[in-house]
């Protein structure tokens, strides 16, 4: 009998109520502006997926674990600025070793059970400060930890969709990168074609030409296909191929691709699309015909030996249904692509899992 697949959710976000005050994004009218934190992950993975292989019938997938992307904290690349700094980003790297060592604080939404759950953690670091700032943050970082847990620390996230112009050509961000990649770290890329604009995939695949020039193999892992436009004027699948936008963002994602140690995560799709209801199932065969464009141009220049499953929780709430739907629906979706592409039984294992764990390094 075929074993069931587990899962690596490889993209969720977590924070405690207590914590929102230190989030750059808060505010009173942020639809995320309540505890998201591993009780409520549990609640909306629970009715759509196993949580032991034991309770996964023949070849379907459980839920193994998660890796956690950092949630963007105030914080700043200079160490000492009065306003920011590092503190906010080393209070979460706290919670998430609390997490992993099973020791609960109460009110933070986890339990002793829950440490089998987080598989590997990616932190916000200061990456335009380069080599120097980075060492100086990861020794930080790692006294959060303890030596321990410090292999939990799989890689880093400095968010760049919402920084000027220039900041990932600068000196100091690509010997940052060149410096993660010594140390073993993976690098998560986060830009937003849809409403960023365009020129931060441009100003990205610039960057990966200049990191990777000297021969450097940090893995690079791009974030919700660079947030596309899937909100482009519907009327099937020619009226995607031949607009503008798609063929650059093609043109782009082909560019990034060309170096084998960069990976893509087929999440994020929710925030892109129209917002679905709660109350209405929707029809995933048509949403996977609104994306198929996108999702086959990444299948084909990664290969699914590249790409991997994340959920973009509890971001795809927003967009995806309410916590008590998106997450299955999510994983509905990522089914039926998987179906569409014909991937064999190790492929679609490599995407639901294996994938994610060559690109972080981390143990199931």
């Not at 306003?83 to 906010?88: D, E, I, N, P």
């Not at 980003?89 to 020791?103: F, H, K, P, Q, Y």
């Not at 933070?108 to 060492?135: F, I, K, N, Q, S």
């Not at 940052?176 to 695949?205: K, N, P």
Request: aromatic share 8%.
């Amino acid at each position: 009998m075929p074993k069931p697949i587990p899962i690596v959710d490889s993209h969720i976000h977590l924070f405690p109520e207590s914590h929102l005050p230190t989030l750059a994004w808060h505010g009173p009218q942020n639809p995320l502006g309540a505890q998201h934190s591993v009780n409520e992950y549990r609640q909306a993975t629970a009715s759509s997926i196993a949580t032991s292989p034991s309770a996964a019938r023949g070849a379907a997938p459980y839920l193994r674990g998660f890796i956690f992307l950092e949630t963007d904290r105030i914080s700043s690349v200079d160490e000492h600025s009065e306003k920011r700094g590092w503190s906010h980003a080393l209070d979460e790297v706290s919670l998430l070793t609390r997490i992993i060592a099973g020791d609960p604080v109460p009110g933070e939404g986890h339990t002793a059970a829950d440490r089998h759950l987080c598989l590997g953690m990616v932190p916000w670091a200061p990456v335009p400060g380069g080599p120097g700032v980075l060492e100086r943050y990861m020794g930080l970082v790692r006294e959060r930890t303890g030596d321990a847990l410090f292999h939990k620390v799989c890689g880093v996230r400095y968010l760049v969709q919402d920084k000027p112009a220039g900041v990932m050509v600068q000196a100091g961000f690509v010997e940052g990168l060149r410096w993660l990649g010594r140390q073993g770290l993976a690098f998560d890329l986060g830009v937003d074609a849809r409403q960023g604009g365009m020129w931060q995939l441009r100003e990205a695949a610039e960057m990966l030409r200049l990191v990777f020039q000297d021969g450097s193999r940090v893995k690079v892992v791009i974030n919700h296909l660079c947030k596309p436009n899937l909100r482009l004027p519907y009327r099937g699948p020619a009226s995607v191929a031949t607009h503008p936008d798609f063929l650059e963002w093609s043109a782009l994602i082909m560019a990034m691709a060309q170096y084998p140690s960069t990976f893509m995560k087929l999440s994020g799709g929710f925030s892109e699309l129209l917002p679905l209801e709660e109350g209405t199932e929707p029809n995933v065969k048509a949403l996977v015909d609104r994306i198929q464009p996108w999702t086959d141009v990444v299948f084909d220049v990664f290969g699914p030996q590249r790409v991997m499953f994340g959920s973009d929780w509890p971001v795809c709430n927003v967009g995806g249904g309410g916590n008590a739907v998106s997450w299955g629906r999510w994983k509905r979706v990522v089914e039926e692509i998987l179906d569409r592409r014909g991937l064999s039984q190790a492929e679609r294992e490599g995407v639901w899992g294996g994938v994610a764990v060559k690109a972080y390094g981390v143990e199931i």
